[in-house]
């Protein structure tokens, strides 16, 4: 997948054709280009969780492929989130996921995502599972049922509904932003 920079505009390759979007500055649309590239290169690497180590010889999950993506592209000083409860969103109610991504990412929530932002989606009780928006219709994201980093619709089956007992309806996602909170620090 290539992403072409012209300014401030991404020129993003989807499904139904290219995609325009323009961003608040040319670092952004820089940095959202580096963050997509960053993640696609994850793609073929097996999924375990707390693994970080790419490759088809490595290992990941969707946490530590997000947190990685941000370290080797700058966005924050790196860290280590390990170790984590890996079902906690089976168990529990606090937004754990969320959280990390507020306060060790500096992501901020928003209602309308594009390329290179985080997708989160609810399983179980809590929003637990992140990937990083590609285009309109795609995401790259470890997930454990393909046991692998993988490309996939957003509006695969298992992302777009979730049955309760025998009720299906849309699965809730949160969407959240990685730059608008360092576009502000660098126009400031």
């Not at 961003?23 to 997509?36: H, L, M, Q």
């Not at 179980?124 to 980093?149: C, K, P």
Request: proline letters at 7%; charged letters at 20%; a positive charge.
């Amino acid at each position: 997948m290539q992403i072409t920079r012209r300014g401030k505009t991404l020129l993003v390759p989807a499904p139904a054709g290219p995609e325009s979007h323009t961003f608040a500055s040319i670092a952004e649309a820089k940095g959202r280009a580096a963050f997509i590239a960053e993640a696609l290169s994850w793609v073929g690497t097996p999924f375990v969780n707390h693994a970080d180590i790419k490759g088809p010889n490595g290992a990941v999950d969707c946490a530590m492929m997000l947190t990685r993506c941000a370290i080797d592209t700058g966005l924050v000083p790196a860290f280590d989130p390990r170790p984590y409860p890996t079902h906690w969103h089976v168990h529990r109610d606090e937004e754990r996921f969320v959280q990390f991504l507020t306060d060790r990412l500096g992501a901020t929530e928003i209602a309308t995502p594009r390329p290179g932002d985080i997708a989160v989606f609810k399983f179980h009780r809590t929003f637990s599972h992140g990937a990083v928006i590609l285009n309109a219709a795609e995401m790259v994201h470890a997930w454990d049922g393909y046991r692998q980093v993988i490309v996939t619709r957003r509006d695969e089956a298992q992302f777009a509904a979730e049955q309760i007992f025998a009720t299906t309806r849309p699965r809730p996602v949160r969407y959240f932003d990685l730059w608008s909170v360092k576009t502000k620090k660098v126009n400031a």
